[in-house]
């Protein structure tokens, strides 16, 4: 089992910023891809950015330019700069991890941290 543990989520202000961290234990599949999922209110959860074991990355458009995600795979742990955050960023943001390689796939989810950007 793992176990994916979100954290650095708050309150800011439009044009600020905001560190995200998931820590993950357990027993780790060594070839993963990490990523961070947000969910606003009435909408359907989505694809934030993603980066695999090997440091592949993948962005939404609309994080482009203003996120950038990490990760220390010593520590199991994936980050999530945030920068220039708008109001439309205000979301539930779920951790997640999913196997490459293994057959079936097996994924995990965090329980979420919430980031609510003011204008």
């Known amino acids: 089992q793992v176990r994916l543990v979100e954290s650095g989520g708050g309150l800011v202000q439009a044009g600020g910023s905001l560190r995200l961290s998931c820590a993950a234990s357990g027993s780790i599949f060594s070839r993963n891809r990490m990523g961070w999922y947000r969910q606003a209110s009435g909408k359907q959860r989505e694809l934030v950015a993603s980066i695999t074991s090997g440091g592949s990355t993948n962005y939404a458009d609309s994080a482009k330019g203003r996120f950038t995600i990490s990760r220390d795979n010593a520590k199991n742990t994936v980050y999530l700069q945030m920068n220039s955050l708008k109001p439309d960023d205000t979301a539930l943001y779920y951790c997640?991890?999913?196997?490459?390689?293994?057959?079936?796939?097996?994924?995990?989810w965090g329980q979420g941290t919430q980031v609510t950007v003011s204008s």
């Open positions: 997640n991890l999913e196997t490459l390689g293994m057959v079936p796939m097996r994924e995990y």
